[in-house]
């Protein structure tokens, strides 16, 4: 095929490549050591390239042979031949672990570098040309938190946008946000952005020993949205996970019998809405996007009844005939949750304080709460992206992957969120990943541009190839097949030609 000529940057993504280290194996999916890949467009060719990230994690258990650092599914264990001080001291030192830093979810921009990032304190700088492995970041450093997640956002000016949790506070358990800026001032050029991070506001968890796990949040103009589900995590199971021979995923408990609470920070005044929203219990790891209308905020997500999805991803579960035997138990539901923000105070308990065109509710109740019900958009699709110029603005356009009742995706959609109307690529044994928009610099509608995924055949003697998709038509425009095995991955970006900075540079 024929790739556009404005076409001209790195696709990069990550996820998780190696499952065996010597005789041992990961129990998850999740758990595998980060393999980098990129695609590089240039004059109408692609150059491909992978290498695994060179973290600390992947250099003690290539060095050792064997898996010696934990993760979220796995747990390793010290040399049973030490003896047994050594055994005792390595036991207490897990109580509050030292996390891996395997970061193997996602890529970020932060100032005029990138990052590998997962959910843990720490995130390795690469650089996007090579995908070689530079400085590791501790964001304990800078800011109070134990996890953080994968899915920043960024402001029209290049700022970060962040959210993590600390849970090392003396029982003070809370959600923190902060900003990481774009450029630092000029006479500290030497600094890294990191130092000027700012904390924008922390939320107190609801449940000081079980706080929410979540995976991305939203922001409109005006706010920060985080939802915090009745999807836990057990801080004192987890502090003795080790002793008990147990992973920390055993320590994620869901609740269907409780409440899904909305909160909403102001970004001006840095402070929360007062009033309380809230929704039925569910599970959801991705934000779609989310904006403003008349007094409302309206946002989208993808949501499930239950905790199965991250059940399916262990290894032994994920067989040859993987596709046919493993049965979503809850499909991934698009999600639309419409919120008054400014509505009648004296309106009657019970009665919808919705405004706008759309079936989702918010009902007032006696106790001053708003009970939220949402629309919803449409079935079966996940790893949602949006052309990221739109983010927090009013919008139509969702390109995500298709999955049926099996986790692993099939097709690659664009849903409008207007008219419901779905578009599909699909071809036989495929497995596409995460689609990628990169919208054309003179675009003058939301998809004017192409879509980029990585299609990986189910069965492995044929070829894996780079899709290029006209967005507006959804028809193929071109492949770039790779001779070589790749992993399927979870997310990455795009960076445009301009923005990766050269060698010299």
């Avoid at 905020?297 to 239950?306: G, L, M, Q, R, S």
Wanted: hydrophobic share 35%; net charge negative.
């Amino acid at each position: 095929g024929q790739l556009p000529t404005w076409l001209q940057g790195i696709l990069l993504r990550n996820g998780p490549g190696m499952h065996t280290i010597g005789d041992n194996k990961y129990n998850h999916w999740f758990d595998g050591l980060a393999l980098l890949h990129s695609f590089t467009f240039k004059n109408g060719e692609v150059y491909y390239r992978s290498k695994y990230l060179r973290s600390d994690t992947y250099n003690c258990n290539i060095e050792a042979n064997k898996i010696v650092v934990s993760e979220f599914g796995t747990m390793a264990y010290p040399d049973p031949c030490k003896n047994i001080f050594a055994k005792a001291f390595s036991y207490l030192s897990h109580t509050i672990p030292e996390f891996t830093d395997n970061c193997l979810i996602n890529i970020m921009k932060a100032g005029d570098d990138f990052y590998a990032t997962g959910e843990t304190n720490f995130i390795r700088k690469i650089n996007p040309q090579t995908l070689e492995t530079l400085e590791k970041v501790d964001y304990n450093k800078y800011v109070s938190v134990n996890v953080a997640t994968s899915h920043p956002h960024y402001d029209s000016a290049g700022n970060v946008l962040n959210m993590g949790t600390s849970i090392v506070d003396k029982g003070r358990t809370k959600y923190v946000l902060f900003k990481i800026p774009s450029s630092v001032p000029e006479k500290e050029k030497k600094k890294s952005c990191f130092k000027h991070l700012e904390v924008v506001c922390s939320i107190p968890s609801h449940s000081l020993l079980h706080p929410s796990y979540y995976h991305s949040f939203g922001l409109t103009e005006n706010y920060i949205i985080f939802i915090e589900q009745p999807f836990r995590l057990d801080i004192l199971k987890m502090a003795t996970a080790y002793i008990r021979g147990v992973n920390w995923a055993s320590c994620l408990a869901y609740n269907k019998d409780d409440k899904t609470w909305f909160h909403f920070i102001d970004r001006k005044t840095k402070k929360e809405v007062s009033i309380k929203f809230y929704t039925d219990a569910l599970v959801f790891f991705h934000h779609i996007n989310a904006y403003e209308e008349n007094g409302h905020i309206i946002f989208d997500i993808i949501a499930y009844n239950d905790n199965s999805l991250y059940d399916m991803f262990y290894l032994k579960n994920l067989g040859k005939d993987f596709e046919e035997n493993t049965k979503l138990t809850s499909i991934p539901t698009c999600k639309r949750f419409v919120v008054p923000l400014q509505y009648d105070k004296d309106a009657e308990v019970g009665s919808n304080l919705v405004r706008v065109a759309s079936t989702a509710t918010a009902a007032k109740e006696k106790d001053g709460n708003i009970y939220c019900q949402p629309e919803t958009l449409c079935e079966g699709i996940e790893l949602p992206r949006i052309n990221y110029n739109y983010n927090g603005k009013k919008y139509k356009y969702v390109y995500a992957t298709e999955v049926q009742w099996s986790p692993v995706p099939t097709k690659i959609a664009k849903f409008n969120t207007q008219t419901k109307e779905m578009l599909h690529w699909r071809e036989d044994h495929c497995w596409p990943s995460e689609p990628v928009f990169v919208p054309n610099p003179d675009a003058k509608e939301e998809d004017d541009g192409v879509v980029l995924t990585c299609v990986v055949k189910s069965d492995p003697r044929e070829a894996p190839f780079l899709l290029v998709l006209d967005a507006k038509t959804f028809t193929e425009l071109g492949r770039a097949t790779v001779n070589v095995e790749i992993h399927m991955d979870l997310h990455g970006i795009f960076i445009p030609e301009q923005a990766v900075k050269t060698e010299t540079e």
